[in-house]
Structures are given as structure tokens and as C-alpha cells.
């Protein structure tokens, strides 16, 4: 059971370079999310997915695509990278059960734009 | 506007006790309060949620004012490892969506 996991770990691009940050989770979770953090600074959501086949923007998904391939995966695109997107990237899945609701977190995924 | 707030820092002794406060004066009735840490800029870890009651596990307790406006998550014995940035989340009442905030830097000091 590996939880939640990220690809890749790290990578450097340059302005205007695409890229697809991926993310599985094996805990057979509905909702998958996208979160991005910033030096000193908290996570901020970029777009989250409740189930299967639903997409819906965050707090900050101005740059950003997404697509919930399956259940299991839930993708980031960068269709035209900007040096303000250099972040550390985020995956998460969640379990509810009523109104609670427990994120699991990958490892992240540091990207540098040039 | 914010839904939680947290000081921005804390050092605690390795072996006392750890409490860290938050306020979170607009919550609602239904939602719950949610703790996390981040090691290190590791992925955010679980450690402990709450609606009205006290809670514990095997990493924490967590106090929450009866009026729910504040609560205290508590680490009985702080070890080096328990060194990281730790998250009150509440839900934000639209959406699907937790508002993680910048958190309290915890430094367990030997």
C-alpha cells in the first residue's frame, strides 16, 4: 500500500515548456486534490476532484489543467510554464465519512521555471 | 478573510509538553477541525481531528473551547522529531475545499 504517490520528484523547465505532474493514490479514495506551496507559505488549493469523472478550480487555477483519468489518478497539467509557478507541488486523496474528511498527502513534486 | 489563526512560531523543551493554539472564531456548527504537520516540506501529515469534544491518539490531544471558537492541539511529550510547521484546518463553508493557512513553526529544542 504505497498511499499516495507523485512523478516526478523534480524538474526544471523553461518559460513556456509544458509538462503533466502525475499522481495515484492506491487507498481507493473519491477525491483527489492539488495543492501548491510557495516559500514560507501555506498550500494553497489549484483544483480538486470529488469523484471520478469531476473537476472543479481551487483558490488558485489560473495557469493550470487537470484531468481525473480514473480513480485512481489524478493529473496537473503546465501548458505554458511561467517562472511564477515555481512551486512545490502537492497531491492529496481524502476519505469522508459523513462530514469528516482526512487528506493524505504525497511527497510533492519541486518544479523550477526559468 | 481567514479561517484560522495560528502564531507564527513556538519552541518547546525536548520531553514537556507542546500546546499549540488556533482560533477559528467564524466556524460553523458542523464543521470540524483538523490538524496536520509538515515535516521539513515533506507532504502534510494527518494528526488528529474534532468537532465539539476532546480528542486523543497515539500522537496528540486536541482541545476545542466549548463555544468552538479556539482550540489547542496538544503533544504531551515533544520530541527533536516533532520539529515541523503545524496546520489548523477548518473547511471553507462553499466547495470542497480546506483552508490550510501558514501554520505555527514548531522547534523542540533539546
Known amino acids: 500500500n504505497a498511499g499516495v504517490t507523485q512523478t516526478p520528484k523534480f524538474q526544471v523547465l523553461k518559460t513556456g515548456q509544458s509538462m503533466t505532474l502525475q499522481c495515484a493514490q492506491d487507498?481507493?479514495?473519491?477525491?483527489m486534490y492539488w495543492y501548491r506551496q510557495d516559500p514560507g507559505m501555506g498550500l494553497r488549493l489549484i483544483y480538486y476532484s470529488a469523484s471520478e469523472g469531476t473537476t472543479d478550480k481551487g483558490e488558485v487555477p489560473n495557469g493550470y489543467n487537470v484531468s481525473r483519468l480514473n480513480k485512481r489518478e489524478f493529473s496537473l497539467r503546465l501548458e505554458s510554464a511561467a517562472p511564477s509557478q515555481t512551486s512545490v507541488y502537492f497531491c492529496?486523496?481524502?476519505?469522508?465519512?459523513?462530514?469528516?474528511?482526512?487528506?493524505?498527502f504525497g511527497p510533492g513534486t519541486r518544479l523550477l521555471v526559468l | 478573510d481567514a479561517k484560522t489563526t495560528q502564531p507564527p512560531s513556538m519552541d518547546c523543551a525536548e520531553g514537556r509538553a507542546a500546546n499549540l493554539p488556533c482560533n477559528h472564531s467564524?466556524?460553523?456548527?458542523?464543521?470540524?477541525v483538523y490538524w496536520y504537520r509538515q515535516i521539513h516540506s515533506q507532504g502534510p501529515q494527518y494528526i488528529i481531528h474534532?468537532?465539539?469534544n476532546n480528542e486523543t491518539n497515539e500522537m496528540a490531544s486536541l482541545i476545542i473551547t466549548e463555544d468552538r471558537k479556539s482550540s489547542t492541539l496538544i503533544l504531551p511529550h515533544a520530541t527533536l522529531r516533532d520539529t515541523a510547521v503545524y496546520y489548523c484546518?477548518?473547511?471553507?463553508?462553499?466547495?470542497?475545499?480546506?483552508?490550510f493557512g501558514t501554520g505555527t513553526s514548531l522547534t523542540v529544542i533539546p
Open positions: 484546518i477548518v473547511r471553507l463553508r462553499t466547495g470542497n475545499q480546506f483552508y
Open positions: 487507498m481507493n479514495h473519491n477525491s
Open positions: 467564524t466556524i460553523s456548527g458542523n464543521e470540524y
Open positions: 474534532g468537532l465539539k
Open positions: 492529496a486523496s481524502s476519505s469522508r465519512t459523513g462530514l469528516q474528511e482526512t487528506q493524505y
